[in-house]
């Protein structure tokens, strides 16, 4: 089956640039989607089909994918972007939605 | 506004049996394919079973497969999932998602509801 990974954590500095990276075969081959997990609360998508942005997404939130890594980017990261991140694929291979792992991003 | 409610969620023993609903409201339902996601406590997130709009095509994840059964009412707006044969793996909280194409990922979740298999 398809397998996605992310590194566990990020850690960043309020306004400058975190980079949340999601791995897997020919990634680039598929529309990668992410989310935006805070405790307690439902996952919402900031990105999706690789780089698009769903209204009421800042513009802080950019995406990418090409090769065997999509990466999703937050441009001058604020407090409120401390959050748990997943990137998605659909597997068409396999009639599947597979998640990543999660990465925890910590705004120090 | 867009809404998933999600219901039926609890304790129940291992092996025993639940049903799980869904009932959408604020948007077309009749134009999404619609999941069943949940996450374990402390864990990620883990896709567990869809449905296409009309309720042609279905698909689980291999940990439930052959388990649980998805199915949708669409004169109600309603997603229902059966569970059967729970194991103690399989407590986490289950979100409904809806999803406008396979590419366009999840535009809408539920609240979630947590299940529970412990004796």
Known sequence: SYELT??????VSPGQTA???????NLGDKYACWYQQKPGQSPVK????????PSGIPERFSGSNSGNTATLTISGTQAMDEADYYCQVWDRSSDLYVFGPGTKVTVL | ?????ESGGGLVKPGGSLRLSCVASGFTFTDYSMSWIRQAPGKGLEWVSFITARGGTINYADSVKGRFTISRD????????QMTSLRGEDTAVYYCGAAYTYGSGFDFWGQGMLVTVSS
């Open chain 2, 1 to 5: 506004q867009v809404q998933l409610v």
């Open chain 1, 6 to 11: 992310q590194p566990p954590s990020v850690s």
């Open chain 2, 74 to 81: 669409n004169a109600n707006n309603s997603l229902y999932m």
């Open chain 1, 46 to 53: 900031v990105i999706f089909q690789n780089n698009m942005r």
């Open chain 1, 19 to 25: 980079i949340i990276t999601c791995s897997g075969d």
